[in-house]
Nanobody, 123 residues
Framework: QVQLAESEGGLVQAGDSLSVSCTNSGRPFSYYAMGWFRQAPGKEREFVAAISWDGGRTDYADSVKGRFTIFTNNAKNTLYLEMNSLKPEDTAVYYC????????????????WGQGTQVTVSS
């Protein structure tokens, strides 16, 4: 069983950087592919980034490619999302999630979810 918990997000200005993490207290990440999704008020949950269990493969939404980096520290059983050059449109609740296989951008293919963490970017 996987149990996921995101770190605290924060309030930053446009152009700033922020990193959020996701700690797994259950089954090791080696059994799953991991991803980040986000949801803004009044909008559907959208794909942000995904990573294979060994970190060898990554996938990014066009809206964040070149600005965000997804990576893992398997020794600490932790997933990270480093966000650079943040924009107001990045404001959302960010969720980490675990899937049975790598490569999916569909939220319904992820089996486990964290509670979410708020990231707010002011202009």
């Amino acid at each position: 069983q996987v149990q996921l918990a995101e770190s605290e997000g924060g309030l930053v200005q446009a152009g700033d950087s922020l990193s959020v993490s996701c700690t797994n207290s259950g089954r090791p990440f080696s059994y799953y592919a991991m991803g980040w999704f986000r949801q803004a008020p009044g909008k559907e949950r959208e794909f942000v980034a995904a990573i294979s269990w060994d970190g060898g493969r990554t996938d990014y939404a066009d809206s964040v490619k070149g600005r965000f980096t997804i990576f893992t520290n398997n020794a600490k059983n932790t997933l990270y999302l480093e966000m650079n050059s943040l924009k107001p449109e990045d404001t959302a609740v960010y969720y980490c999630a675990a899937a049975a296989s790598y490569g999916s951008r569909r939220s319904d293919q992820y089996l486990f979810w964290g509670q979410g963490t708020q990231v707010t970017v002011s202009s």
